[in-house]
Structures are given as structure tokens and as C-alpha cells.
């Protein structure tokens, strides 16, 4: 599927307004970390992957895991805007019997293709779809969106050294890097140090984004050609709550629901 940048800037106020409907329809949630990666994982969507609404269990779609599970609003609001599912089911985000948990659950909601939310695991997933797709001689493409303090975790950079090593050129990873997680920002928690350095001496391709909500430059990142044997990294610099005023660069808005007023600040901000 595919979109022109027009096209792809309503759908992406279109999917903030949902992240903003959906949190305040369940009083919990994580709108923040929402917000910051819409332009990713709509043009991930939008402009690079084989994906059927109709036939979400195709054999041969593209993949995507969300490793930053937490982030669900956001995937749960561009599958919604493509057809995957109906907007009515909004209403039923993080409620028992629900079919959009408060984490991606592959069993539950079409268009997920693996249930992340431990932090650390989903990008291991991501390396595992993509390994399988080179044995099993497929053209796929997989696609996976990291939190930057999810990087803290050992286990994404055990993934990395995996991807390297087994040359998964139909790999692209995103890191949403927008510089705050739950208990404070990155630097104070556990400083990351260089990231793009470190990608890089990990083995990837790696293209640096100034500003991960500018959506020109997320195609342009997107659109740059692979190179053999080699998996890709996109390191993109982001906005906590982007879109929301009161919510941008604000730690608080992590796990934090906006209430009714807030809804409709936040909605006349994004028809504005």
C-alpha cells in the first residue's frame, strides 16, 4: 500500500486522535510514547510493507513487531485507520474480553503479528521472523519499533549481535528515541551513550533521523536503499506526546490517561 506525504499527514493526525480516545476511553494507557512514534509506524505501514486488511494472516505480508508493546495505542490507531478492524472497537481498549489489550496480543487483534510488551523480547522476535524468512527463501520484509529505554535492556543488543552475524538484510530496526521512559529521562536512568556509534559497530546500516515526527525525512530514511547482508537500523529522534501541547517532553505522560478535558483540549489541538 502506499500514500503521498498529504496522505499520510491526515492519517497520522487521524491515529493521534485515536491514541487520545483510546487512553481517555480506559482512564490508563501510554499516550507519550504513543504519540512520538506515529510518524514511524504509519509510514512503516503506509509506504513499505505488503499488508492485506482483508487477509491479515497471509503467509507472505510483511511482518512488523512492535517491541515497545506499551506503545499499542499508536499500532492499535494505524491498524484501525487501514481497516484491519473497526474504530467502534476503541471502546473496548485494555477492557477484559476486549480485543485491543493494554499490550499487542496476536491472538486477539488482527494485523498483530506477535504479542510484545516485556520489554527486550520483541526485537528478538523480529530477528526470528526474519531468520525464518531467509531459510524458508521468502521475500519478507520485517519491520521492528524499539523504545529507547528498552535498549537498556541486555537482551535487544544480544538480538543485534544476531542480526549481524546471520546477515538479515530483510531486517530494518527503528529505534523511537525520544528520550524519556517511565522513571525519569534516559540519561538519568542509564545513559545510552552514542547510539548511532553503537549500531553501527554492531553491524548495521545505519541512518540517523533528526526528527522522527518530521515525516519527510522518516520516508527518506525509509526509502534508502539496503545494503547486502547487512541488517538496517534507523535512529530516530523523537517528541514524547507529539501533537499534544501539554503533553510534549513531559515525562508524567508515559502511563498517564488524559481526563475528558484533556480529551478535548487534546482534539482541538489535533483538528487545529
Not at 553503537?198 to 541512518?207: C, E, Y
Not at 526509502?223 to 530516530?236: D, E, S, V
Request: with cysteine.
Amino acid at each position: 500500500m502506499n500514500m503521498n506525504t498529504a496522505q499520510l499527514q491526515s492519517f497520522c493526525t487521524a491515529v493521534r486522535r485515536d491514541i487520545i480516545n483510546m487512553t481517555a476511553n480506559a482512564g490508563s494507557g501510554h499516550p507519550g510514547g504513543s504519540l512520538s512514534a506515529v510518524e514511524l509506524v504509519s509510514a512503516i505501514f503506509c509506504t513499505q510493507m505488503r499488508v492485506d486488511p482483508k487477509n491479515p494472516r497471509d503467509p507472505d505480508r510483511d511482518r512488523f513487531v512492535l517491541s515497545k508493546g506499551h506503545a499499542a495505542p499508536c499500532y492499535y490507531g494505524v491498524l484501525a485507520e487501514l481497516g484491519f478492524f473497526d474504530r467502534a472497537e476503541f471502546e473496548t481498549f485494555r477492557q477484559l474480553h476486549g480485543i485491543l489489550q493494554g499490550h499487542p496480543d496476536m491472538k486477539k487483534t488482527p494485523g498483530v503479528d506477535a504479542s510484545t510488551g516485556s520489554l527486550g523480547q520483541g526485537v528478538s522476535i523480529a530477528v526470528g521472523m526474519a531468520l525464518a524468512a531467509k531459510h524458508m527463501g521468502k521475500d519478507t520484509k520485517v519491520f521492528t519499533v524499539l523504545g529507547d529505554g528498552e535498549c537498556q535492556e541486555g537482551q535487544v543488543w544480544e538480538a543485534f549481535m544476531a542480526a549481524n552475524h546471520y546477515k538479515l538484510d530483510n531486517l530494518t530496526v527503528v529505534v523511537d528515541n525520544n528520550g524519556l521512559q517511565i522513571d525519569g529521562s534516559n540519561d538519568e536512568v542509564m545513559g545510552l551513550g552514542d547510539m548511532a556509534a553503537k549500531l553501527r559497530a554492531f553491524g548495521f546500516q545505519t541512518i540517523e533521523v533528526s526528527d522522527g515526527n518530521d515525516l519527510e525525512q522518516v520516508l527518506s530514511a525509509l526509502g534508502t536503499p539496503g545494503q547486502p547482508g547487512r541488517p538496517r537500523a534507523i535512529l530516530a529522534h523523537t517528541c514524547k506526546g507529539r501533537g499534544v501541547s501539554f503533553m510534549e517532553g513531559q515525562v508524567g505522560w508515559h502511563g498517564k490517561a488524559p481526563s475528558e478535558d484533556q480529551r478535548r483540549q487534546a482534539l482541538q489541538e489535533l483538528e487545529g
